[in-house]
Every structure is written in structure tokens, then in C-alpha cells.
């Protein structure tokens, strides 16, 4: 995965090493900080990736547990 197209990425902006998540020592062009326990971390492609696959999310927020809930909008449905 090598496009952040269709893509949800999560980065760590917080330099100052107060934020537990920092422990990625590379930091991409010396603004951001790839946390750690993204799901492609280590493997082929783009470490930023966060979630994929997706179409035409328009919105998101994040409930109560801290869970990532997103919008999709778009496509049709036919029903016969």
C-alpha cells in the first residue's frame, strides 16, 4: 500500500516526547511521528495508514471507548 488514497492515515504530531505512543524512532521529514501501534507499521508500504479500503468517507468522531466511528456516503442500492 503505497497511495493514501482511500485511506484513513494517523500520525503523531506531538514532538516533545510527552506522549507515550512516540516510540518510532524515525520521524518522516522532521514534522510527524508515526505511532508505533499502527497496523502497517513494519510491513510494506506507507507506515501512516491507519485504515484503508474506504470509499467516500465524509465524516468521523469517536464514541465513548474512544473507537473510531465513520460516515460512508455514495453508491446505490437496487432492489427488485
Not at 482511500?6 to 514532538?15: A, C, E, Q, W
Not at 465524516?59 to 465513520?70: E, L, P, V
Amino acid at each position: 500500500m503505497e497511495t493514501v488514497f482511500g485511506s484513513m492515515i494517523r500520525l503523531d504530531v506531538d514532538l516533545n516526547g510527552d506522549n507515550p505512543l512516540e516510540t518510532n524512532p524515525a520521524e518522516p521529514n522532521g514534522r510527524y511521528e508515526i505511532p508505533s501501534d499502527n497496523p502497517r507499521v513494519n510491513l510494506t508500504g506507507l507506515d501512516e495508514l491507519y485504515a484503508w479500503g474506504l470509499r467516500n468517507t465524509w465524516k468521523f468522531s469517536f464514541d465513548a471507548q474512544g473507537r473510531i466511528r465513520a460516515a460512508d456516503v455514495g453508491g446505490t442500492c437496487m432492489r427488485k
